[in-house]
């Protein structure tokens, strides 16, 4: 079979306007939620794409940690590539992909650090490995594995049980301005209902033609 002739068959679910939540971080915990219960593996898991100062878009899997009315947090190390990209340009894009739902949820918008003290709280909710991680990996660096078990190696010893944030590493939020809700329909008419953001409290609805 060629690639080409891969095709699936999306027919599980619906989404019509008078089935649509009123706001649209109503309508992505009802989604996340289902996401959870149909087991998706890693349902926080999602696409950032960020793009360079000449323009050229840049995309990997990050994992979502919280998201409420304020927008959507993830935790990375801010001399990264991306923590690099996003300095440069603050704007950013998020992807999930629920493939035993047959959903996609998109979203845009601005992008800036959380607190130290959020950033903090995580990152000792975080297991000890995790922590010593953050500050053994100069992320986006070239390095041998060599090198990097070296670096694991001292790391551990010198910074004990307990180790603290390290100034590279932290939290951002993404405020969408734009959410589209994707549901897959046969014959490839998909649903596309889209949230734009108009203020600070109204967003206006459409749909989008597959």
Sequence with gaps: MSVADLRQKYEKFELLEASL???PL???TLWFNEALQAAVPEPNAMTLATT???????????LLKGFDERGFTF???????????????????????????ERQVRLEGS????S????????????????IGAW??????PITRGELEARLIALTESLGGDPPRPEHWGGYRLRPDYIEFWQGRPSRLHD??????ENDENWSRMRLAP
């Excluded at 360079?52 to 990050?62: D, F, K, N, Q």
Aim: charged share 20%; no cysteine; proline share 8%.
């Design 21 to 23: 939540a009123t706001t």
């Design 26 to 28: 109503e309508q992505f």
């Design 52 to 62: 360079t100062p000449e323009g050229r878009p840049a995309a990997r899997i990050v």
């Design 75 to 101: 935790f990375t190390n801010y001399a990264s590539r991306k923590g690099r990209e996003l300095a440069a340009n603050p704007f950013a894009s998020l992807l999930f992909f629920w493939p035993q739902l």
């Design 111 to 114: 992008i800036e650090k959380v």
């Design 116 to 131: 130290a003290a959020e950033s903090d709280e995580y990152f000792q909710s975080r297991p000890l490995g995790s922590r």
């Design 136 to 141: 053994v990996s100069p992320q986006s660096q």
């Design 192 to 197: 596309r209902l889209v949230f734009q953001r």
